[in-house]
């Protein structure tokens, strides 16, 4: 499988908040750094005070600054600072580029050099993780990474979440974006699908795009699911091959190369227009 990337917003976020991160404790750091060193250059000074002091035979003055000398030396240095660790969005970026890793090389291990996956891909209603390529037609996915038992209600979704030791969380977890509106995964799949097939049929006039939700995480479920607006499946445990070699419509290597230069086409014009899809720093559902 051949793979194209248009961009990396999930590592993009996760690189910018911690360096945000790191910037912020550098400055705490440096201040406390400075605090250090404004009381060496108090002490020294009135060390050099007291010996002038005592050479000039002003002892009542060497005995002040003496106790001066004494009384800021012993107030010890500044508390170390308390520097931030990691925060739990930046976590849930680096969780969200590890999930589209994951989809990525499963896909890459399973098609061949007839199939193109696009990375990356975004417009006006936000971005497409992986828009997917091949003899059998167009495929969307959205990727998220959350070790969750999952309950799909048409765009409903919900998410009972756990930790690494397999203990319940959270109960009853709407699944949203971070956007204004707060869209479950379908409904972010389908609104940007939905822009990129208007623009492909342009050109491609009866081209289809099956839309997936992949939950990559290892210990992500389903419990139920009922009226779904996309194709939902787990990573490793779904179909989700079978269902790529049914695709939507067939598609000759001319049309599929064709295809892959429309949407890198329609990526670079929303970049250059600036319209991200998502709010920057806006926090995403992984």
Known sequence: MKQVRLSDHASGMAERIRVEREARNAARISAHEACITAKQR????????????????????????????????????????????????EARWAAGRSGEEAVASFLASHLGDDWTLVGGYRNG???????????????TIEVKFRNAAVTIQGDRWIADEYDQYGNLVRQGIPMLDGGRQGRSPSRQLNESTDRLVHFLRKTLPDIEAMRVVVLSHERSRLVSVSHPTVIPVVLGRWPLLDMLKLGCRRLEPEERELLIALVRRDHEFHSRRGTPGRRPGASRAA
């Not at 600054?65 to 660790?85: A, C, I, R």
């Not at 997917?132 to 495929?139: K, N």
Request: glycine residues 12%; charged residues 20%; without cysteine.
């Open 42 to 89: 108090r002490l020294e000074d009135l060390s050099r005070h007291r010996i002038r002091a005592w050479h000039e035979g002003r002892y009542l003055s060497w005995l002040v600054q003496g106790l001066h000398f004494l009384w800021v030396s012993s107030g010890g240095h500044p508390n170390q600072p308390p520097l931030e660790g990691p925060t739990q969005e």
């Open 125 to 139: 209603a936000g971005e497409i993780d992986h828009v997917l390529v091949g003899p059998t037609g167009l495929v």
